[in-house]
């Protein structure tokens, strides 16, 4: 008897043009293209492992180490995309072993809090359907089988990436041409850096799915943000990172984030994902710019309220000089910045 295994990690993205509306639920067709940064995958990242034999009768999955259910109806679309790009490699060639018939024993773990709006769902989704892609030997590219894992999470597609990803929104029905792709590889712009200051671990209070179904029902601002504002935005994006603009792409970020917030606002009855140390956050990355005289960092929120902040790595000792100074004292940390000189920011921030 062979067991057949493949083993692969996927790197969280965080996205810089947020994707939040679908028109329509079950293929997660988007109805706006969006644009992301993948994290290192020493950082944040789910590691999948899978594996199949003629005596496995079902399919299994362990998440962080406890069994559960595959039966979500998004699981199984990616598994049943899979397998049929399997069975028809198998038709082509006999002498392949026929183990799409087989069941998939599934186990991943992510390194990280799951579903507190650090997008595990599109690290998760990408390592199921790269592990298992793996495991079938397919030969389509990461463009292609990025629109198996956009069926599991729309996010996840973004996440077969590395570096700076587009995820086009595509106009046909059957969703065939919407499709992450590559905008620049992480060594175009490697000295870009992302810190998440975790202001909660809990879970979410309103999933990103039903949140954008409500969006898209209920939200005016919605459909400005759609047709106005993000096809341009995606332009401006692209070329941002293409020239290596920091302000510019960090310009675009926050104004993005504040834009998707605002139509979580405006959806009835309204969606809160931000908190009030959410809220302190995006004053300070404003006060710290101010106080630099240049754009030096970026934040953007998902759904919930964590912060991602992107900042160019020369000026990492700038930004935590004061993020420490603020929220933490941290052993061994000494500031190139002199007391006098962050008590002067501390003075205009209060003010
Ligand atoms: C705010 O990809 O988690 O993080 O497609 O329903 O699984 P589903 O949603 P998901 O939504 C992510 C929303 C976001 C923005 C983004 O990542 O672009």
Redesign the pocket.
Known sequence: MSIYTATTTAPV???T????G?RDKTL?LPTNS?I?VTLSQDDLRTLTSVATSEKFNEDKLWLNGKEESLGSE?TQNCLKDLRSLRKQLEDSDSNLPKISEFGLHIVSENNFPTAA?L?S??AG?SALVVAIAKLYKLPQSFSEISKIA?K?????C?SLFGGYVA?EMGSEEDGSDSKAVEVAPVEHWSNIKAVILVVSADKKDT???SG?QTTVATSDLFQWRIKEVVPKRFEEMKKSIIEKNFPLFAELTMKDSNS?HATCLDSYPPIFYLNDTSKKIIKLVHAINDFYGETIAAYTF??GPNAVIYYLEENESKLFSIIYKLFNKVEGWSSKYSSEQLGEFNQEFEN
């Open positions: 993205n965080i996205a043009l947020k994707y939040w679908k997660n969006s992301s998004r709006g997008a769902s599109a989704f956009r599991g999470s729309g996010s996840a973004r995820w999933p990103s799915t954008m998707f998902d759904a």
